[in-house]
């Protein structure tokens, strides 16, 4: 079992904007005074120049163009619903804004099947939709792949009976736990696990200022310590940059890298930076029109594919 691949699938955007049905619990997104076409524009140039900086590294990087109709703001975050897994399953994720249950497309498990990957079987999720209950993919799920453990911060967009649902599925430890960020003076829930934290083979970036519970803290803390994970403190601020948002991915030669956004990058202190690159290469490249209105990051950019391969 590997915690980390070398394939990634990435949406590129046609119509990308503030999403103003996920910006009601998503305090990451701001609205940028420019038109539309401006806006979409400067996302594709962010986006490519990012597939680029992935694939100058040797980063497989499977680009799939999204579609005008139906209107998908936010096609460019992927695995918010879908996830590959080693065994052949791909899940299907309930989402919380209609207009994001547009980007599920048969066509693109057709695109996967085409190159060579072999799909076994879907677990699909998607109709706790009708129940208005949520669960976004590896936004919500932060998978320990080979300790089979899943942390999960619960939101709007993270229902505790799904969390279990799934982790009874693919056999999975839930670590459950709140996380919240200031907004206007109050605590509000944090609307995905993969902006407050990022889990690697050898280490966790984590914001642990986030997790209010000292319990729950302690437990979180407990269970990466166990598995052997270095635990890399962030604060809150930092996260706000996106600090918290970030990818271990595989590179020509088995060479590994940490990814993220400039923002991100440039957050971090050099006593952060150093714990890192004990471990990988960071790999950064400038977000900030996505970041702004689409209030994600380069983690969620990516949907990791560990599908087995003809």
């Known amino acids: ?100 249950r547009n980007e599920r497309r048969e066509d693109i498990l057709d695109a996967l099947e085409k190159k060579g990957f072999i799909i076994e079987n879907v677990m699909d999720y998607t109709s706790a939709e009708e129940d208005n209950i949520f669960l976004e993919g590896t936004g919500s799920l932060l998978l320990d792949r080979v300790n089979k453990k899943a942390y999960c911060a619960l939101s709007d967009r993270a229902h505790e009976e799904l969390i279990i649902e799934f982790c009874e599925d693919f056999d999975y430890l839930p670590v459950i736990f709140s996380s919240y960020q200031s907004v206007r003076d109050k605590r509000m829930l944090i609307y995905h696990t993969n902006v407050m934290m990022c889990l690697a083979e050898d280490f966790s970036v984590i914001c642990l200022a986030s997790i209010d519970d000292k319990k729950e803290r302690k437990n979180v803390i407990h269970h990466l310590k166990e598995n052997g994970k270095e635990v890399i403190s962030i604060t809150e601020e930092q996260m706000h940059h996106f600090a918290g948002n970030m990818l271990q991915v595989l590179g020509g030669e088995g060479k590994r890298y940490l990814v993220m956004s400039s923002a991100a990058y440039n957050s971090l202190n050099k006593e952060q930076i150093n714990s890192i690159e004990k471990y990988c290469e960071i790999l950064h490249s400038s977000l900030e029109t996505i970041e702004t209105c689409g209030g994600g990051s380069a983690r969620c950019m990516m949907a990791e594919v560990f599908l087995p391969q003809e």
């Open 1 to 100: 079992m590997k915690q980390i691949t070398n394939t990634i699938l990435m949406v590129r955007p046609i119509s990308f904007r503030m999403n103003e049905q996920t910006s009601v619990n998503n305090y990451f997104q701001e609205k940028i005074d420019a038109e539309a076409v401006i806006v979409n524009k400067n996302a594709q140039k962010e986006f490519d120049d990012f597939v680029k900086v992935l694939k100058e590294k040797g980063v497989e990087v499977i680009v799939i163009e999204d579609t005008k109709i139906p209107d998908t703001p936010d096609s460019i975050f992927p695995n918010n619903w879908i996830s590959f897994h080693a065994d052949g399953t791909v899940g299907l994720y309930p989402m919380f804004a209609e207009n994001r």
